[in-house]
């Protein structure tokens, strides 16, 4: 009786996190929209600063996604997300983008041969 208590009390708290991430995400969304708006009427306009705060915003969606469905695949975007959006931002060494891109194919493999196998065993079929 305990256990159900307590995976009732997690499944409610990741619902809160969720809900207080995604109102944050909401939040940040305006603000970022108007910062963008008032540095392009001020001819300031940034646009790598622009990118990074919309992938942020992005990974941060995906991860209250993540949140919400409980599901390999979602987990795999959010990793997928957030390393292509470090490879965009950050201009680091041609070895940090190379790890990054090896990453990225380590992501999409695992996304390949690991989810798809178990999507056709479930489903009986092909994808």
């Given at each position: 009786?305990s256990?159900?208590?307590?995976?009732?009390?997690?499944?409610?708290?990741?619902?809160a996190?969720?809900?207080?991430?995604?109102?944050?995400?909401?939040?940040?969304?305006?603000?970022?929209?108007?910062?963008a708006?008032g540095?392009?009427?001020?001819?300031?306009?940034?646009?790598?600063?622009f990118?990074?705060?919309?992938?942020?915003?992005v990974?941060?969606?995906e991860?209250?996604?993540?949140?919400?469905?409980?599901?390999?695949?979602?987990?795999?975007e959010?990793?997928?997300?957030?390393?292509?959006?470090?490879?965009?931002?950050?201009?680091?060494?041609?070895?940090?983008?190379?790890?990054?891109?090896?990453?990225?194919?380590?992501i999409?493999?695992?996304?390949?041969?690991?989810?798809?196998?178990k999507?056709?065993?479930?489903?009986?079929?092909?994808?």
């Amino acid at each position: 009786m305990s256990n159900e208590w307590m995976v009732k009390v997690v499944k409610y708290m990741e619902i809160a996190i969720a809900v207080i991430s995604m109102i944050a995400i909401g939040v940040s969304t305006v603000i970022c929209v108007c910062h963008a708006l008032g540095a392009f009427v001020e001819g300031s306009f940034q646009l790598n600063e622009f990118m990074e705060n919309i992938l942020t915003l992005v990974v941060g969606i995906e991860f209250v996604r993540m949140l919400i469905l409980h599901t390999p695949q979602s987990v795999i975007e959010v990793l997928l997300y957030a390393v292509a959006r470090q490879i965009v931002i950050t201009h680091d060494s041609s070895l940090d983008n190379l790890i990054g891109v090896t990453a990225i194919a380590v992501i999409f493999m695992i996304q390949k041969y690991l989810l798809n196998d178990k999507k056709q065993n479930n489903d009986g079929g092909a994808v």
